[in-house]
């Protein structure tokens, strides 16, 4: 049997998000945010944590690179993610309308190493809506 983020499977792949994402979410919460949600999809993207910070409402995009031989994580969040992840919280936005009268950042938490306990680089309003 494999331990989750060996291999090239699927299934090792979605193990591996899984426990990043739980590394960057725990992370997050110890930084003050709370968790509003995790891994809403919709059409064409989909957002792997809409967390509050006080009264801001933040979309976080979770990057896992076991090395940075392509870039890093915050490189990967180029144009066209942007522009999902725009959309994505707008759909999301429009389906919780208590919160679409909230400010609103995107930040990217770029994680590196051993997924089970990771390296976390958090980049705090990484993009802006029109920058999308």
């Known amino acids: 049997m494999r331990r989750p983020g060996t291999g090239s499977g699927q299934v090792d792949r979605r193990a591996r998000g ?41 979309f976080v995009e979770v990057r896992y690179r076991s090395s940075s031989t392509f ?13 999902r992840l725009v959309r994505a919280a707008q759909l999301y936005l429009a389906a919780n309308p208590r919160l679409a009268r909230q400010p609103c950042r995107f930040d990217v938490a770029e994680a590196s190493g051993d997924p089970a306990s990771p390296r976390i680089d958090w980049l705090k309003d990484a993009f802006r809506v029109d920058e999308a």
Request: aromatic share 4%; charged share 30%.
């Open 18 to 58: 899984a426990l990043v994402e739980d590394a960057v979410q725990a992370h997050l919460e110890r930084a003050g945010l709370r968790t509003l949600a995790r891994n809403v999809g919709y059409r064409g993207g989909e957002l792997d944590l809409v967390m509050l910070d006080r009264d801001i409402v933040v």
């Open 71 to 83: 870039g890093g994580g915050f490189a990967s969040v180029d144009t066209g993610k942007r522009r």
